[in-house]
């Protein structure tokens, strides 16, 4: 009795500081035991890749010089500064990084991991999650749930898939060419390829030229290049000239961007008439309900200024429970242009 109502007195006390006293045994195991930080195996890499995913490759160093002359409003980055990318993270690029954190965030442990594979699957009419696997090449972090090997990868570009086949169809539509901004390693670009093989074309870009030059590589690793190409950015606007875009996807990027880079790509989609914007902002306090840059900014004025209309807004899990527990709760927006 005494113990307890100690604990209970001292838990009044640290409820009011934002703690509180749990029992060791009243916790999961992974919560116990959490892991901060995977130990990458060298079987996962390719045996070229350490060779040439490094700093001193003369194609990135050239990107760099490039990128570094293009217009400073759209490559001055708000995070992704020096040493944003850590000097392993570029061969071992699919790991726990700034590209997609994995072990970091809401909800990203095994229960989370679980619970947002079974909500996927509860979507699966197009069986997505058959045709598309999951190997841990590059160090990406995996659980083994329902007899299948799954990432954060994996999932959350089975669920984007489906919104952009619930409000635009896109499994049964030919001649489609899509343009992914900030498009990372080339995580969707990989898997929307290969999930739907009728797409025209997959085009990639991004302002930060270790995206430019990771993704180039992943995309050729995954034998995707043919349909899922790498537009260096200054090289961008002459590309779109000469090929008309359906759709342009920003996932987690815009919120890492400065307004004035936001506006510019933006006014770049308008010019050349791309019709939809489908965004996806981080997981903030807000749940990613608002369309926020990481220092606060709304961004949201700058579609409709260029001509964007909203003409859908979901939560990433359209479950309540799974929105509220699953890994990484964001929300979704479909932009046509007027």
Not at 215 to 232: E, G, M, Q, T
């Amino acid at each position: 009795m005494l113990k307890s109502l100690i604990r209970n007195r001292l838990n009044e006390f640290l409820r009011r500081r934002g703690s509180e006293i749990v029992y060791s045994h009243e916790r999961y195991e992974w919560q116990r035991n959490p892991v901060t930080r995977p130990s990458y195996n060298p079987v996962e890499l390719p045996a070229d890749a350490q060779d040439y995913l490094k700093p001193t490759n003369p194609l990135l160093v050239d990107l760099q010089r490039r990128y570094s002359s293009f217009n400073s409003e759209v490559t001055t980055p708000l995070r992704w500064g020096e040493g944003h990318l850590r000097t392993e993270d570029i061969a071992w690029f699919r790991g726990d990084n700034a590209y997609v954190w994995q072990l970091r965030g809401s909800n990203l442990n095994v229960l989370g991991y679980a619970l947002a594979l079974y909500y996927a699957k509860s979507i699966d009419t197009l069986d997505l999650l058959d045709k598309l696997e999951e190997d841990r090449a590059f160090g990406v972090f995996v659980f083994q749930i329902a007899d299948k090997i799954v990432s954060r990868d994996l999932i959350d570009s089975v669920i984007e898939l489906y919104f952009l086949e619930k409000h635009l169809g896109i499994a049964s539509r030919q001649d489609f060419t899509v343009l992914d901004i900030g498009a990372g390693y080339g995580r969707l670009a990989y898997r929307a390829v290969t999930a739907l093989p009728q797409l025209k074309h997959y085009f990639c870009t991004d302002a930060v030229p270790y995206s430019t030059f990771i993704s180039d590589y992943y995309l050729r690793y995954r034998h995707v290049d043919r349909k899922a190409k790498v537009i260096p950015i200054d090289e961008i606007e002459k590309h779109l000239e000469s090929h008309p875009i359906d759709l342009a996807i920003n996932i987690h990027s815009f919120p890492e961007c400065r307004i004035s880079a936001i506006d510019w790509w933006i006014s770049r989609m308008q010019k050349f008439g791309v019709k939809y914007l489908f965004i996806v902002p981080n997981a903030l306090d807000s749940g990613g309900e608002k369309l926020k840059t990481n220092d606060g900014h709304s961004f949201a004025d700058i579609f409709s200024n260029h001509g964007y209309k909203l003409i859908a807004r979901e939560p990433k899990y359209r479950d309540p429970i799974a929105q509220q527990y699953a890994i990484c709760p964001t929300w979704h927006y479909l932009f046509e242009l007027a």
